[in-house]
């Protein structure tokens, strides 16, 4: 089965950007459509970005479309998130997750296979 290892959180700053990935081990990447969701303090999980295992369907939540931006590499078992024009409330613990030959990119029950999560702190 897949593993996940997310990384490159950290402390960023309101309106700046930061870059987020997640390696793949153990499965073949490329079956997998994959997901990055965020927990914030007191906060249920939810959502963030989906991606197919083509990359040729792609789901944003509202709150972060047109200033985050998903993508993979297959060749390097590797997903992506680009976060721009960061904004307090992106203040979260980031997960990526893989789902196999499925692709209910947004259904969080749909995703088997999660990493450990990687902290984003947004200050002003």
């Known amino acids: 089965h897949v593993q996940l290892q997310a990384s490159g959180g950290g402390l960023g700053q309101a309106g700046g950007s930061l870059r987020l990935s997640c390696v793949a081990s153990?499965?073949?990447?490329?079956?997998?459509?994959m997901g990055w969701f965020r927990q914030a303090p007191g906060k249920e999980r939810e959502f963030v970005a989906g991606i197919t295992w083509s990359g040729g369907s792609i789901s944003y939540s509202n709150s972060v479309k047109d200033r985050f931006t998903i993508t993979r590499d297959n060749a390097k078992s590797t997903l992506y998130l680009q976060m721009n024009l960061l904004n307090i409330e992106d203040t979260a613990v980031y997960y990526c997750a893989a789902q196999y030959g499925t692709n209910w990119l947004e259904d969080e029950s749909k995703y088997g296979y999660w990493g450990q999560g990687t902290q984003v702190t947004v200050s002003s």
């Open positions: 153990g499965g073949t990447f490329s079956n997998y459509a």
